[in-house]
């Protein structure tokens, strides 16, 4: 007979371990399947963010900043270093240690919970009476029934028509968090939040690194006076990034890849580099699940199509994260797997999308939170701005960056903050504090008021408050 649980959960990322979680903490018989693998076969949850995302580029990134600061800024300082060096299997191997560790955190957490853990590949196999049942296809096959579905299988890179992933040369994600010796020459299609940090983590090392984009604007998504600032910054420090292309043929040798490309001008160029990273985007992922079965309806997308409470058209089914409509953000997925746990036992659970906060990791890093100026353009909305420098702050100068500014955006009326938007140190830190205040709907004076420690680079935020008001002490 299938083992019966109460809530199943399919996926075992950010969505889906956290949604298991909270399930079982609101007094739940829980299951969770996952099929992904370490190097060894072993289990691995935690999903694309902790295992070729978030947490190992953000390992990457510290280790090629360490070296960057060594390199060009420690002596500044007064501190001389000789003969330094990188060892990139050891950073990648510290990276793969850090990965590992927040896969062995997820295993404790679910025992901890109660969770019953399933190492495999989960499917529908049809309705059954007061629930469903899901097969999973691990070490061993198996069948397990749950009253409740929650659907959590994230999302996978999405390839170039004529380019698939090979992940020797032509890379996504994954490959790209797995190359073993710095390249010469670096090629990356698409300027988003992967292909930043990407480009980031190999022109520190010394690697020539060029981005192509096919969209006219830098980060178009992003406040455009912060995205102008993070630009001239990126161009500063050598990351060549050309903007509007349009892409052609890409062809691989032994040498490498040659990808073919008209500028913005509309000139015939061709690009050849050792390997090629693609980070245009992801794709909702329903691979294998078997949705047929159930019937279990997709959008023109492939996501699945769920209601503002993430129900999905089939009693019982609830989806969350990158498999669904919103930002693919992993704190996203978080939000809506707690949700939904607590809407499952008749809580009202809610995610407020207008106060989910972005963040690209790079240095400058950039962090926003709330609408831009170009967005309350369009929407015909009154508004004030209010931006600080880090130049005329005295912990950034303290910490010898200085480069960027907060931008503070409020109602002309009410003076209610709509937005708020920073590059510069410890941006993705300082875009907390705002989210807060957003979410209590608090007013740019309130912010203002509140006192704030000195020296911290905190009072940037506070200066943009006032500046709001047009009544900055510091600048």
């Avoid at 400058?364 to 931006?387: C, F, H, M, N, S």
């Amino acid at each position: 007979m299938s083992k019966q649980f109460d809530v199943i959960v399919i996926g075992g990322g950010p969505g889906g371990y956290i949604a298991a979680i909270r399930a079982a903490q609101l007094g739940k018989n829980v299951a969770c399947v996952d099929e992904w693998k370490n190097a060894n076969g072993g289990p691995a949850p935690g999903g694309t963010c902790t295992n070729v995302g978030c947490i190992p580029s953000k390992a990457l990134l510290q280790s090629s900043e360490h070296y960057e600061q060594a390199s060009h800024h420690f002596a500044d300082h007064g501190i001389t270093v000789k003969g330094l060096s990188m060892d990139v299997a050891k950073m990648v191997a510290r990276k793969d240690t850090v990965v590992k560790q927040n896969n062995d955190g997820i295993l404790y957490l679910f025992k901890k919970n109660k969770v019953s853990f399933f190492h495999g590949r989960a499917s529908f196999v049809k309705a059954t009476d007061g629930g469903y049942e899901i097969k999973v296809a691990g070490a061993a096959e198996e069948s397990i029934v749950g009253q409740q579905i929650i659907i959590a299988t994230g999302s996978n890179a999405r390839a170039l028509p004529g380019a698939p992933f090979d992940e020797q040369l032509i890379l996504s994600n994954d490959g790209a968090l797995r190359i073993e010796t710095a390249p010469k020459k670096l090629g990356l299609i698409g300027s988003g939040v992967i292909g930043l940090e990407m480009g980031s983590v190999w022109r520190r090392l010394g690697t020539d690194v060029t981005i192509l984009e096919g969209l006219p604007d830098f980060l178009g998504a992003v406040d455009q006076q912060i995205a102008k600032e993070a630009k001239k910054a990126f161009d500063k420090q050598g990351l060549k990034i050309e903007l509007g292309v349009t892409v052609g043929e890409i062809k691989t040798s032994k040498k490498g890849v040659n990808i073919a490309y008209t500028s913005a001008k509309g000139e015939a160029k061709t690009l050849d580099v050792d390997k090629l990273i693609i980070s245009i985007g992801r794709v909702p992922n329903t691979i294998g699940l078997n949705v047929e079965a159930v019937g279990l309806k997709l959008d023109e997308r492939g996501a699945i199509v769920v209601d503002g409470d993430c129900k999905t058209n089939l009693p019982g089914v609830w989806a969350v994260g990158d498999v669904v409509r919103g930002p693919m953000l992993a704190h996203k997925a978080e939000e809506e797997g707690v949700a939904v746990a607590e809407r499952i036992v008749g809580q009202h659970g809610h995610v407020n999308f207008n106060t989910i906060p972005w963040v690209i990791y790079t240095s400058p890093e950039i962090a926003w939170v709330g609408r831009t100026e170009q967005q309350l353009k369009a929407d015909g909305v009154a508004y004030k701005a209010g931006t600080f420098p880090f130049l005329a702050n005295g912990r950034a100068r303290a910490l010898g960056d200085t480069t960027g500014m907060v931008k503070m955006l409020a109602d002309a009326k009410t003076d209610e903050i709509l937005g708020v938007h920073i590059v510069g140190p410890m941006a993705s830190e300082l875009i907390a504090e705002c989210v807060v205040a957003m979410e209590f709907r608090a007013s740019a004076e309130d912010i203002a008021r509140i006192c704030h420690a000195h020296p911290s680079l905190s009072e940037s935020t506070k200066e943009a408050a006032l500046a709001v008001d047009k009544r900055t002490l510091n600048f």
